[in-house]
């Protein structure tokens, strides 16, 4: 076990993945190696058993732990691993007792610049296309006394940012305070938090005390991520989301009318079963209609048990072609927008190595020399290249 003094972390998938990874590398002990896995595609479930080998390859005399969604849905499966030594569910990969921790309150967070912090778990939809449900069970709330807290322990460590993330966070509900009530609470009661995000929305939820943090405080970063999934009405009933093309359209411009820099960015499934050229058509136009610069965009690929695998399926080449399609579409709209920042002055929080960290709206920059990492600064943006800008300090 000495061969690896502290425990070795690996994370795939989601911002919430990120987030429970830090907690778990505070909980487990020396001599242990974990993959904290992601289920979201088969692709993911490929990934994760790849992980497990490589790490396994890299430390081999250390206990290696298997967590995440990728476990929770093929519990048998990577079990039958011989480079497995112990699972963990989903459900208690947070517990110090699955890691023999004696610890009973939350470590104290390692200082870096960005913090993913965990505030949901869980979904209550039944998207036709997802097996997350069966890694994360239903939607579940953390309690605001207790996220404000850790938050503000999280700043005292150095933190400068954090991204609130959940499975499902629009959907956040502790006892009736809903997600804007949580952000209020942070912006009163850690006034040394200069600047938060949030993960993926819903838009269906995006309730008018939401749509006026987003709008209106400063703190809020002016980067909205939404799961828009399809621009196409008729693959939007089909994958049982609860918006329409229309409606997300009409949240993006009332966004952009009230915070013009405000930065959209949005996932994409490409190659949905039944989804014909013109419907893809229609997806395809919502990024420009949308103005989408930060697409996540996911071939399509059929997950056992959801009701879309047993839907006609579109070809697996057709749905990666779309996906680069789609890909290329938004990293076209990043390119115009990151032109029209020449000659602005950004407010960039520094990231490792130093000489790089992003603007309020998610937009990279980079700079000549390099600076305090998690210092912020006002940063001359001088150059536009098609997926960072170049600027000196102001």
């Not at 190659?271 to 399509?300: C, K, Q, R, S, W």
């Not at 047993?310 to 390119?335: D, F, G, I, K, N």
């Amino acid at each position: 076990m000495s061969a690896v003094p502290q425990p070795e972390v690996v994370t795939l998938g989601c911002r919430l993945n990120i987030a429970e990874s830090e907690a778990i590398r505070q909980l487990a002990g020396a001599g242990v190696a974990v993959v904290n896995g992601c289920g979201v595609t088969n692709q993911a479930m490929r990934d994760t058993r790849a992980a497990v080998r490589r790490l396994r390859r890299r430390v081999p005399h250390a206990e290696l732990v298997v967590t995440g969604c990728a476990a929770e849905m093929d519990r048998a499966g990577f079990a039958a691993m011989p480079e497995v030594d112990r699972l963990i569910p989903n459900a208690a990969k947070l517990l110090p007792a699955s890691w023999g921790s004696a610890r009973t309150n939350a470590p104290r967070p390692r200082a870096q610049t960005r913090a993913f912090v965990g505030v949901q778990n869980g979904c209550d939809h039944a998207c036709t296309f997802c097996a997350i449900p069966q890694g994360r069970g239903a939607s579940r709330s953390d309690p605001i006394a207790e996220i404000v807290p850790r938050v503000a322990a999280l700043v005292e460590a150095g933190q400068r940012e954090v991204v609130l993330s959940g499975v499902d966070l629009a959907s956040y509900d502790d006892r009736g305070a809903r997600l804007a009530a949580l952000v209020e609470r942070l912006l009163m009661g850690v006034p040394g938090l200069e600047r938060i995000r949030l993960s993926s929305l819903d838009p269906h939820v995006v309730d008018d005390a939401l749509f006026a943090l987003l709008t209106q405080e400063p703190r809020v970063m002016p980067h909205v991520h939404l799961s828009l999934q399809a621009g196409d009405d008729l693959i939007l009933k089909r994958m049982r989301r609860r918006h329409r093309r229309a409606a997300a359209l009409a949240l993006v411009e009332r966004l952009r009318a009230a915070r013009p820099e405000l930065a959209i960015g949005a996932d994409l499934i490409a190659g949905f079963p039944t989804e014909d050229e013109a419907m893809f058509a229609n997806t395809l136009a919502l990024v420009d209609e949308a103005d989408i610069t930060h697409a996540h965009v996911f071939p399509y690929s059929p997950r056992a048990g959801t009701p879309a695998a047993r839907m006609p399926q579109v070809e697996p080449e057709v749905a990666r072609a779309r996906a680069a399609t789609l890909r290329a579409a938004s990293t076209a709209r990043l390119a115009r927008r990151l032109a029209r920042q020449v000659g602005t002055v950004q407010r960039v929080l520094i990231e490792r190595p130093g000489d790089r960290g992003h603007a309020p709206d998610f937009s990279e920059v980079r700079l000549a020399a390099p600076l305090p990492i998690g210092s912020v600064h006002d940063v001359a943006i001088v150059a536009a290249a098609p997926d960072h800008l170049t600027g000196t300090i102001a």
